[in-house]
């Protein structure tokens, strides 16, 4: 669980790889965001909801890998919130059948853009479009709580896979770009393992930003 500056974000591993969903809930209004869909996540979500006596009020996909998508339709239909994804990753909620799990189609609600804004409560994050991974990837920055939940976008010590369908080794390095950008302190809540920060990843980044090649 991570709380800085007004929001409360608790990780809710799932699935058969332990894809991380996250709740995001503002402390003050009790109203939350869950990012991602793992397989198996709807029950454990909905125990944290609970514990923290939050009401969702949307449901917001970082890409559309099947393990991070589901439960996707599930999750929206039991609290009847809206499903938000990038365009260029929704296909996938549109036919899910090549997933090696059985997942259900998923209805989009709304389609995200790079500089979007969310509200939540009396914070706001902009959706900043990060591909590389995957070519709708998005990250979720709440700058004035200093938080970044991206997804697959930015590990510890590294980044998500490049070498499958979609992906884009030359995107990863001007996602990689753009994130230098952002300030050391800003905590980064992936899709799968421990949280870690811009500043304690900053050294490689810069690297990779320089050179222009991903890490061997």
Not at 105 to 123: C, F, I, K, M, S
Not at 164 to 187: C, F, H, M, N, Y
């Amino acid at each position: 669980m991570t709380e800085n500056d007004g929001l409360t974000a608790i990780q809710v591993p799932a699935g058969p790889l332990a894809t991380n969903a996250w709740v995001i809930v503002e402390q003050a209004g009790q109203t939350a965001f869950i990012v991602d869909a793992p397989p198996e996540s709807l029950d454990a979500i909905g125990q944290a909801l609970t514990e923290f006596n939050a009401r969702p009020v949307m449901l917001i996909l970082t890409h559309t890998h099947w393990d991070h998508i589901g439960d996707a339709e599930a999750i929206r239909t039991a609290y009847g919130i809206p499903l938000a994804v990038h365009a260029l990753d929704r296909w996938r909620l549109d036919d899910p059948s090549d997933s090696p799990v059985p997942i259900a189609p998923a209805q989009v609600d709304r389609e995200l853009v790079d500089g979007d804004v969310l509200e939540l409560g009396n914070w706001q994050c902009t959706v900043l479009h990060t591909p590389g991974h995957s070519p709708g990837q998005i990250s979720l920055y709440f700058a004035d709580n200093g938080i970044l939940v991206g997804g697959d976008t930015l590990f510890p010590n590294g980044y998500g896979r490049t070498d499958i369908p979609g992906a884009s080794e030359e995107q990863t390095v001007e996602t990689i770009r753009r994130l230098l950008e952002l300030p050391d302190e800003v905590k980064v809540l992936n899709g799968h393992g421990d949280a870690t920060t811009i500043g304690r990843e900053r050294p490689w980044m810069r690297h990779v930003a320089e050179t222009g090649q991903l890490l061997g």
